[in-house]
C-alpha cells in the first residue's frame, strides 16, 4: 500500500471512483447541506477503502440497502482530515449519506447584508487546493478524475450555478432522494426547487464547484453567460469587462488547440472571494475585484482561460508539481494577452510577476524549498506555502526554453504536449521526458535540473527590457533621492504601471513622500485594488497612520488573499500598535472571509506574534 499523494488517504492499491452521483439539500438557516453520494467504483473491491473527508458527519452506507461496515478515524489529521473507511466485499458501488458542517472549509454561507444586492442569502464552493472533502467524501488528489452528476434542492427564489452543464430546474419530486428519506428534509416543500447538472469530463476533484444565490446573467458571446447577482450594478459592469471574452478562447486556441469544455461562462462572486479567480470548468469564478472598467480584468480572465488546457486538461498529480498548473498558464495568459492587448500590456505583467517573484523568493528565504519548482510537501498545508513561486518561476522557466528554440518550434510543442496528456494528471518528470525526447539535447543548452529542483532563482530567468518597464523601475528608484514622477511622466499610467512603480519603490522612501505621492496622484482612493493595496502597504511599512482608516475599510470590504496577506503581514511586521489594530480589523472582519482565507490570515498571525 501507498498513498498517492501527501495531501490525501488515497491507496494506489484500492479503485479508483469513476463516477458519484450527488444529491444535495441546501439549508441555509443551519448553513448545512445534507446529501447521499452515490460511487462507482472502477472495479469492484473487497476489503478496507479509504475515502478522505473533513467535519463531514456520516450517516450511512449502503449497497442495495445493505449496510456497510465504516468508520471514521478518532483523530483527525491537521491537514488531510478525517480518515473514511469503508469495509467493502466485492462491491463496485456503494451509496454515502452525510452532512456538512457550517464551518466546512470549502464553503462559505452569506448572510444577506454580506452580498452584493443584499436580500438573499449565498453560498459558493472553493474546493483548491484540498476542500473537496469537506463537501462530499472523495479521493481527493489531482491524481484521480472523476465525472458527476448533481441534483441541487434549494430555495425556489434562488438559483444554482455548477462547474458542469445545467440539465434542467423544475419542481423537487418524491423520487429525487430516496437515500435522504431518514433524515426527513422538506424535500418537496413548495418553496424548493431542484436543479439538475451533469459533468461528463472526469475532472480533479478540487474543480469541483457551484454556487447557489439570487443569480442573473448576460449573454456575452456564443460561448460565454456573464452571472453574478441579480439587481447588482456589477452583472452590468462585469458584462461589459468581459465583452473582449470569444477573442480570448479564439486566441487560446491557436495557441493550444480546440477548446475541449463547450461552454466557458464566468461567475462573478461577492467579494469575499478568496482568489482573483478559479478556473472551475464551464464556470469560472471571479473576484469582483478584477472589474476596473478599463478592460484590465481581461487579464484575469484569460489566466484563467488558458487552465482550460494546462491545469484543466492536463493536471498536476500533486500539490509539489503545481508549478505544471500555475507556470503553463502564466505562460499561456501572457501570450493571450500579447494576442489581444498588445506586448506592452503583457511586457508589464512580466514585470510585476518579476518583482513578485522576487519577494517570494525573499519571502522564504528561510525555507527555500518553496523555492523550488517540484517540492516535498509532506506535512505541509497546501493553503500555507501558496505563492508566486510556481506561477512565475514557472512561466521563467517556459519562458526560457521558448527562447532558446524559438517561438514557432515551442508552439508547436505545447500543441503536442497537450494533446499528449489531455485529461491526465502529470508529474515534473513525465514533463521533462516529454520534453527532452521532443526537442532532443534541450538538456545540454539548458540545466533542467537546476531550474526545477534549484532553490532561488536561475541566472539566465529573465527580465524585461522593454522601455516602458525600464522608464517606470528607474522612476521608482530615484524616489530614493526624493525625486518623485512629473504630471506628464504619469500622464498615460493604467493600474499597471502604477503597480509597477509602488512595487519598486525603494524600502528607504520616507512617509512624507508616500503623504505627497498620495495628494498628487491619489493611489489610496484607487478604484483599482491591486494600486491602491500596492499603495497602503506601502504606507503601512512606512508608519503612515492617516492611512490606517483606507487600510481598514480595504480589509472589511475585500477577502481576496492577494490583498489580505500583504496588509496583515506589513501589519504584523510593525509596531505594538499595528498588531493590536490588526486583530482587531480582523476579529471584527474575519465573518466575511472564506474559510480559506480565515485560516491564512490566522496563520500570518501565528508566525509574527
Ligand atoms: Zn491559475
Known amino acids: 500500500m501507498a498513498p498517492v499523494d501527501p495531501h490525501s488517504f488515497t491507496e494506489s492499491t484500492q479503485p479508483a471512483t469513476t463516477h458519484i452521483a450527488l444529491t444535495l439539500y441546501f439549508d441555509f438557516p443551519s448553513s448545512t447541506i445534507h446529501a447521499s453520494a452515490l460511487f462507482t467504483l472502477q472495479t469492484p473491491h473487497s476489503g478496507p477503502f479509504f475515502l478522505d473527508t473533513r467535519s463531514l458527519t456520516i450517516h450511512?452506507?449502503?449497497?442495495?440497502?445493505?449496510?456497510?461496515?465504516?468508520?471514521?478515524?478518532?483523530?483527525s489529521d491537521p491537514i488531510k482530515g478525517t480518515l473514511l473507511t469503508l469495509t467493502l466485499s466485492n462491491h463496485s458501488s456503494f451509496i454515502l449519506t452525510f452532512s456538512t458542517s457550517p464551518s466546512s472549509s470549502a464553503l462559505q454561507w452569506l448572510l444577506p447584508p454580506q452580498t452584493c444586492n443584499k436580500t438573499h442569502p449565498y453560498v459558493y464552493t472553493q474546493c483548491q487546493a484540498i476542500h473537496a472533502r469537506s463537501i462530499f467524501p472523495s479521493h481527493d488528489t489531482p491524481a484521480r478524475r472523476i465525472r458527476y452528476s448533481a441534483i441541487l434542492n434549494i430555495p425556489s427564489e434562488l438559483s444554482a450555478v455548477m462547474a458542469a452543464n445545467h440539465v434542467t430546474r423544475r419542481p423537487p419530486r418524491d423520487d429525487d432522494a430516496p437515500a435522504l428519506a431518514s433524515l426527513n428534509l422538506n424535500w418537496c416543500s413548495q418553496d424548493r426547487v431542484v436543479e439538475e447538472f451533469v459533468m461528463e469530463q472526469p475532472v480533479p476533484p478540487y474543480l469541483f464547484a457551484f454556487a447557489v444565490g439570487q443569480l442573473g446573467n448576460r449573454e456575452v458571446g456564443p460561448r460565454t453567460r456573464v452571472y453574478a447577482e441579480e439587481g447588482s450594478a456589477v452583472l452590468d459592469s462585469a458584462a461589459k469587462e468581459f465583452e473582449?471574452?470569444?477573442?480570448?478562447?479564439?486566441?487560446?486556441e491557436k495557441l493550444f488547440g480546440e477548446y475541449d469544455w463547450e461552454r466557458f461562462d464566468l461567475l462573478v462572486l461577492p467579494p469575499s472571494f478568496p482568489y482573483g479567480g478559479m478556473?472551475?470548468?464551464?464556470?469560472?469564478?471571479?473576484?469582483?475585484?478584477?472589474i476596473k472598467g478599463d478592460g484590465s480584468g481581461a487579464q484575469v480572465v484569460a489566466h484563467e482561460l488558458a487552465h482550460s488546457w494546462t491545469g484543466n486538461l492536463i493536471t498536476n498529480k500533486t500539490n509539489?508539481?503545481?508549478?505544471?498548473?500555475?507556470?503553463?498558464?502564466?505562460?499561456?495568459?501572457?501570450?493571450?494577452?500579447?494576442?489581444v492587448q498588445g506586448e506592452k500590456r503583457a511586457t508589464l505583467n512580466v514585470g510585476i510577476g518579476w518583482r513578485g517573484l522576487n519577494e517570494e523568493v525573499e519571502r522564504f528565504k528561510d525555507n527555500l524549498e518553496f523555492t523550488k519548482l517540484k517540492n516535498n510537501q509532506q506535512g505541509i498545508d497546501p493553503d500555507d506555502v501558496y505563492s508566486q513561486v510556481p506561477y512565475e518561476k514557472g512561466f521563467q522557466f517556459l519562458f526560457r526554453i521558448e527562447r532558446q528554440v524559438g517561438r514557432s518550434a515551442f508552439d508547436e510543442f505545447l500543441k503536442k504536449y497537450i494533446a499528449k496528456f489531455k485529461f491526465q494528471s502529470i508529474d515534473t518528470d513525465t514533463f521533462l521526458d516529454f520534453l527532452k525526447e521532443n526537442i532532443p539535447g534541450?538538456?545540454?543548452?539548458?540545466?533542467?535540473?537546476?531550474?526545477?529542483?534549484?532553490?532561488?532563482?536561475?541566472?539566465?530567468?529573465?527580465e524585461p527590457e522593454l522601455i516602458v518597464y525600464k522608464t517606470i523601475v528607474s522612476l521608482a528608484n530615484e524616489a530614493a533621492t526624493g525625486r518623485m514622477p512629473g504630471e506628464d511622466e504619469v500622464a498615460d499610467w493604467q493600474g499597471q504601471e502604477w503597480e509597477l512603480y509602488l512595487d519598486n519603490l525603494p524600502k528607504s522612501i520616507e512617509a512624507s513622500q508616500i503623504v505627497a505621492l498620495d495628494s498628487r496622484h491619489k493611489l489610496s482612493e484607487s478604484?483599482?485594488?491591486?494600486?491602491?493595496?500596492?499603495?497602503?502597504?506601502?504606507?503601512i511599512l512606512c508608519?503612515?497612520?492617516?492611512?490606517?482608516?483606507?487600510?481598514?475599510?480595504?480589509?472589511?470590504?475585500?477577502?481576496?488573499?492577494?490583498?489580505?496577506?500583504?496588509l496583515y503581514t506589513a501589519l504584523v511586521k510593525g509596531s505594538e500598535e499595528d498588531k493590536v489594530f490588526a486583530k482587531r480589523v480582523f476579529s471584527e472582519a474575519r465573518e466575511c472571509y472564506h474559510p480559506i482565507a480565515q485560516s491564512v490570515v490566522v496563520s500570518i498571525f501565528s508566525k509574527h506574534m
Request: aromatic share 12%; charged share 30%; with cysteine.
Open 60 to 75: 450511512s452506507a449502503l449497497h442495495a440497502d445493505q449496510a456497510i461496515p465504516f468508520s471514521l478515524s478518532a483523530t
Open 244 to 252: 473582449g471574452t470569444e477573442e480570448m478562447i479564439r486566441e487560446g
Open 279 to 290: 478556473e472551475n470548468p464551464k464556470m469560472v469564478f471571479l473576484t469582483p475585484t478584477v
Open 320 to 339: 509539489e508539481h503545481f508549478w505544471l498548473n500555475e507556470g503553463f498558464t502564466t505562460y499561456a495568459e501572457r501570450r493571450i494577452v500579447e494576442a
Open 442 to 462: 534541450i538538456e545540454k543548452q539548458i540545466d533542467l535540473v537546476l531550474w526545477t529542483e534549484g532553490t532561488g532563482i536561475p541566472s539566465d530567468a529573465y
Open 527 to 539: 478604484k483599482d485594488y491591486e494600486v491602491k493595496v500596492s499603495f497602503l502597504q506601502r504606507a
Open 543 to 566: 508608519g503612515c497612520k492617516e492611512y490606517y482608516g483606507e487600510v481598514e475599510k480595504t480589509l472589511k470590504a475585500v477577502g481576496r488573499m492577494k490583498y489580505l496577506r500583504p
